[in-house]
């Protein structure tokens, strides 16, 4: 079993950042992936990025490419994305996730372990 938190969300202006986190406890990331997802309001929930824990293999939405990057602290068993250069249509509840199968899937039917959302608010 895996228990996720993310934090680090909030209000922010257009052009500037956040850093979300997600802290994971029971079982550690080991060698899975770690997603982050976002769903805006009346939206389906999108891949945004992930990262696989052994290896570090990234990959990003084209929508977020040269803005956000996901990072990992094994020390700390936490997963970071760092949102840059904000825009008002990054607007949404960002969730991370654990996938125990291969690779670092985009699809959310192929994560296992989800937390519960961080919203995060950009204003124009």
């Known amino acids: 079993q895996v228990h996720l938190v993310e934090s680090g969300g909030g209000l922010v202006q257009a052009g500037g950042s956040l850093r979300l986190s997600c802290g994971a406890s029971?079982?550690?990331?080991?060698?899975?992936?770690t997603g982050w997802f976002r769903q805006a309001p009346g939206k389906e929930r999108d891949f945004v990025a992930g990262?696989?824990?052994?290896?570090?293999?990234?990959t990003y939405a084209d929508s977020v490419k040269g803005r956000f990057t996901i990072s990992r602290d094994n020390a700390k068993n936490t997963v970071y994305l760092q949102m840059n250069n904000l825009k008002p249509e990054d607007t949404a509840i960002y969730y991370c996730?654990?996938?125990?199968?291969?690779?670092?899937?985009?699809?959310?039917?192929?994560?296992?372990?989800w937390g519960q959302g961080t919203q995060v608010t950009v204003s124009s």
């Open positions: 996730a654990v996938a125990l199968g291969v690779g670092v899937p985009r699809r959310t039917y192929e994560y296992d372990y």
């Open positions: 029971g079982r550690t990331f080991g060698t899975y992936a």
């Open positions: 990262i696989r824990w052994s290896g570090g293999m990234t």
